[in-house]
DNA sequence: GCTCTTGCGGACACATCTTGTCCTCAAGGC
DNA sequence: GCCTTGAGGACAAGATGTGTCCGCAAGAGC
């Protein structure tokens, strides 16, 4: 029961069958033990139907709970990754948050956290963009509270302009940070990179939060229109084969054809970030190219011609 | 228990008996409750003699987890980021983590956290190797205690080998996860991947620690003979471009040699790693090659003509 | 209207756990 | 020494939690 309250305490919302996967028990016995935590005045609600879930309510003061093993193991790598990079000033505050938590933690999960932070350290990335500390915060309040909020934003292409958006979701990947954003001017979803993003001011209006799949939109967006530069191509080998050489570079979405080929499509802003996806997937195999813009084609074959002419003397 | 915790937190001390009475039990049952709380690592403190009881120690009201805002902020960003991949079952961890930790902060820094917790979320990445957290806990007691250790190393040549090494640091780049330490067998540094390491076993014998300094040795070791394929290069493009593409993608180390070109040298332990970092910075300027093995060479050049000739129609 | 999904809850068998009742031992105060 | 208090092992009986059924209700989408 402490690990089911914990687990709706970390997720705004639950189905019945994800909560029963999470704690190894039958359906049944979530429903128990939800009836449980309601009589003993936990304001747990559960809705019906197809977009239904449990959720705890707020309000009620809960027992103070302590991290277990994995939860302590977890704080201390996520603020030694998080020193690491992306944001700036981290590294210091993530230590000397590190350190504070070791005091406040029961003894025997001291050592763990100790060892964990003394013994291991981030590799900074050279050249990953700095983010602001504070815009993500208030980016965070803003997208909580539903506050439409007003930032100068760095594009590419257009310079600098001023926006005002809904924000709905920040998302990580790979040490970039990005906002997910309604702007009602351009009546579309957007998509910020928030070390692109200064002065910050929350416009303090509320708005009504639109519904949307963050991650998935996302992944969606890199291989959109929304970028210029498109690539599509057609490998002779197999999805999991060219999934797995994502690992860490590419990003991209497969979808398998036959057992021994699949369709690849590439997004980017640029011709050049594109030449090292396709790059990092064109040894596999043979391959056709089904779709690219005149940019990007150019880019390639030159850079093509380059590497073959230049390697040619080390066969 | 729910009843017992309470009851101890609303009154400093308690007798067995009392509590075995406002229970409605028996003083055995008291007893076998109040070390179950124990066993969950609440403070309760039992004294005997005459003057003796029960009393709930520190942790229950909120703890002196006093952290600034920056490490709020810092927590709540690296507990997101550390849900987004790298080590196995690190999501749900991170997450109840940052809903317990929101329990103890003081007041005021509650939304922050909240927001930060519930606005965000990172994107998993395909294909990243996941690590076993408890083979990271252990190799970090094992660094900071100078605890030799034993596991089974997964390599991608020599297949699986016992090793028994002297444990000195953990690193982290880019999602992925290192053990650097020292072979005595082999009277050299080496560096492990984490995700290859299995059956990590202390071996309880102490360690005298040699000097040397973590993250430089790692980059270092990253275009040192110990992978078999290099690469170097004199690019005519600035260091300060080849850099900026570095971002995210590319590892390796960059020289200057005048202000519109440079040096740079990869290695990786397979060519089709090396294909990508390579791609990634020919497209900047014309190149030579100063010296690669053969596998790379051919691997590249082959690449190479299938960029060109496939992209050759969309020009 | 229909179907599908989700939450809700009763019935019952079974395994597990808790509880109560013994017991001994240790530690502190008188 | 004596008493009181907490700590904990052993064991049987009873309570409780769990899984597997079942049908029902409510919401979403077609």
């Given at each position: 029961m402490l690990r089911l309250l914990s687990l709706l305490q970390s997720r705004r919302e639950w189905s019945g069958h994800e909560l029963a996967d999470r704690l190894g028990v039958t359906e049944r016995t979530v429903r128990r033990d939800v009836e449980r935590l309601r009589s003993l005045d936990y304001p747990v609600t559960g809705t019906t139907g197809t977009a239904g879930g449990y959720r705890l309510g707020s309000g009620t003061h809960l027992p103070p709970l302590q991290l277990d093993d994995d939860e302590a193991i977890a704080v201390a790598l996520g603020l030694v990754g998080a020193a690491g990079g992306g944001v700036s000033g981290m590294a210091e505050s993530s230590m000397s948050a590190l350190a504070k938590l070791e005091q406040v933690l029961p003894a025997r999960l001291r050592p763990q956290l100790a060892a964990v932070g003394s013994a291991a350290e981030a590799i900074p990335r050279p050249g990953v963009p700095q983010v602001d500390p504070d815009a993500l915060a208030v980016l965070a309040r803003c997208c909580r509270n539903h506050e439409i909020v007003a930032f100068d934003y760095h594009g590419?292409?257009?310079?600098?302009?001023?926006?005002?958006?809904?924000?709905?979701?920040?998302?990580?990947?790979?040490?970039?940070?990005?906002l997910l954003a309604f702007d009602p001017g351009r009546d579309d979803w957007r998509i910020f990179r928030v070390d692109r993003i200064t002065s910050v001011s929350p416009a303090l209006h509320r708005f009504t939060p639109r519904?949307?799949?963050?991650?998935?939109?996302?992944?969606?967006?890199?291989?959109?229109?929304?970028?210029?530069?498109?690539?599509?191509?057609?490998?002779?080998?197999?999805?999991?084969?060219?999934?797995?050489?994502?690992?860490?570079?590419?990003?991209?979405?497969?979808?398998?054809?036959?057992p021994s080929s699949c369709k690849v499509r590439f997004s980017a802003d640029s011709p050049a970030m594109l030449l090292t996806q396709v790059a990092a997937i064109a040894h596999l195999g043979s391959f056709t190219v089904d779709q690219a813009t005149p940019e990007t084609a150019a880019l390639i074959t030159q850079t093509g011609e380059r590497l073959t002419q230049a390697f040619a003397g080390f066969r």
């Open positions: 590419r292409q257009r310079g600098t302009t001023r926006r005002r958006v809904e924000p709905h979701q920040l998302l990580t990947l790979s040490w970039r940070w990005y519904v949307l799949d963050g991650p998935s939109y996302l992944l969606e967006s890199f291989v959109s229109a929304q970028y210029e530069h498109t690539v599509v191509l057609t490998v002779e080998a197999s999805s999991v084969d060219v999934t797995s050489t994502f690992e860490g570079v590419v990003r991209g979405i497969v979808e398998p054809l036959s």
